[in-house]
């Protein structure tokens, strides 16, 4: 089997690739670039095609199935990028990796610390050398109460891991998880809303949860209430956070991943006029942490997610079945 990665990225994820395709005998080739009219034909003779989160609409798929490709495996967790009814119209299968999900998690908490101690703030006056202490004072993580939405595995961890700074810990998920009581309390929606001072979203996107967080359940936070989100960047209406900001309603926003931020992250914009305005008005708010969906990013993920395309290619290869395929 040979398999076509989209979007590789030489300076990480090419050593890993070179490693397993000798470790599983499963051949491949690679670019850079993300797929595009220019490139699909690097595909042909493959009988796989990698992806990370891009553009895989049914055009693409089109081609790649014309080729006589049969296999979709993602180096990420969501697939939500591919239009699976085209892929499973042509008999395609799909695959995710997935990754310890310690990185995630602490990068939410870490976030929490910066917002909740105006580190943001602190950071940018030190850097023009004001060192008053007017206006950075601080909230302990210790006195507030969390509210995590999604109780997955990275869920789950950020829980495990708040539990130790001894706050109060809120959870809400249609599907509540034994381990998670030991730490926290599952309430209803409203009464997590109601009651956090800070809310950190690890659920999935899905038509159900788009939007989970927006004008009418912003008028449901407490006044100052701060948000994080480095799960995905539909869970959260933009313009109403903009909104919820601009009243202080939201009284911080710690997010590692945005709505339309495709075309925009892990490409290189430097001196480029950006037109995306949601992005300008949250960079210029203070108490606004953006980063560049980068909370996944470390050693350990980019290896195991690399290491998940070849071992789906190797499943498919020998006929078994395949732990990572999306059914």
């Known amino acids: 089997m040979k398999v076509m990665l989209y979007s ?18 499963i051949d491949f080739s690679w670019t850079a670039e993300y797929p595009n009219p220019q490139n699909l034909a ?27 490709v049969k296999y979709l495996p993602c180096r990420s967790i969501g697939y939500d990028h591919i239009d699976m009814e085209e892929a499973k119209k042509r008999g395609m299968k799909v695959s995710n990796v997935g990754y310890a999900p310690g990185g995630v998690a602490n990068y ?21 050398q004001d060192f008053q202490l007017k206006g950075k004072m601080g909230r302990d993580i210790s006195t507030c109460t969390v509210g995590v939405i ?24 249609l599907y509540p998880n034994q381990e998670v009581r030991s730490y926290a309390e599952y309430v209803s929606a409203d009464e997590l809303l109601a009651q956090s001072d800070i ?27 701060i948000i994080i989100n ?30 339309h931020e495709a075309g925009l992250y892990y490409y290189n914009r430097e001196g480029d006029v950006i037109r995306n305005d949601e992005m300008s008005i949250l960079r210029s708010f203070p108490n606004v942490i953006l980063s560049p969906h980068t909370a996944f990013y470390t050693e350990d993920a980019v290896e195991s997610m690399v290491r998940g395309v070849f071992e789906s290619c190797d499943c498919w290869n020998r006929g078994i079945d395949n732990p990572h395929e999306v059914h």
Do not use: W
């Open 8 to 25: 590789l990225r030489p300076f990480d994820e090419l050593p890993y690739a070179e490693k397993f395709s000798k470790e599983y005998g």
């Open 42 to 68: 690097m595909a042909e003779g493959c009988e796989a095609v990698c992806s990370t989160p891009c553009d895989m609409s049914a055009t693409y798929i089109d081609a790649f199935a014309k080729m006589g």
């Open 108 to 128: 939410s908490i870490m976030m929490m610390l910066m917002l909740l101690r105006k580190m943001p703030q602190i950071q940018k006056r030190a850097e023009v």
């Open 150 to 173: 999604g109780t997955g595995r990275i869920g789950r961890t950020v829980i495990r891991s708040l539990s130790g700074f001894g706050c109060r810990i809120l959870a809400y998920d």
């Open 199 to 225: 809310i950190t979203l690890h659920a999935p996107a899905n038509a159900a949860n788009y939007h989970i967080l927006n004008r009418e359940t912003f008028d449901k936070c407490k006044d100052g209430v």
């Open 230 to 259: 480095a799960a995905r960047g539909a869970l959260i209406d933009t313009d109403a956070l903009i909104g919820a900001l601009e009243s202080g309603r939201v009284g911080g926003a710690g997010l590692d991943v945005l709505e």
